[in-house]
C-alpha cells in the first residue's frame, strides 16, 4: 500500500483528502487505481499519449520517476509518492 501526496489543486477529486492510500505495484498502476476510486484523476495527470504531463511530477520517495522507470517505476509497500504540479515563476 503507498500513500499518495495529493497537491491543492487536485483535492477536489479526492473530497479534500491531503493523502490517500492505494494498493499497486507501480506508479501506472498507481495511476489507474487513483482513477478508479477518482474519476478524472488520469486525465490530470496524464496526456494522450499515456506519458505524464510536462508541467506535473511524480516523486516516488524523494526520486522524479523521470529519472527512475517513469510510469514502470516499482513501489515497496508503505512507499510514499508525492504528486507534484510544477509552478511557473518569473
Do not use: W
Request: glycine letters at 8%; aromatic letters at 6%; a negative charge.
Amino acid at each position: 500500500m503507498a500513500q499518495v501526496r495529493i497537491p491543492t489543486p487536485l483535492r477536489r477529486l479526492t473530497h479534500g483528502q491531503e493523502v490517500v492510500q492505494a494498493d499497486a505495484s507501480t506508479v501506472g498502476e498507481l495511476i489507474a487505481v487513483l482513477e478508479q476510486n477518482y474519476p478524472g484523476f488520469k486525465d490530470r495527470l496524464l496526456d494522450e499519449k499515456g506519458q505524464v504531463r510536462r508541467f506535473i511530477n511524480i516523486f516516488v520517495g524523494e526520486e522524479d520517476i523521470r529519472y527512475l522507470q517513469a510510469l514502470d517505476t516499482p513501489l515497496q509497500q508503505g512507499t510514499e509518492v508525492s504528486i507534484v504540479p510544477a509552478i511557473a515563476g518569473g
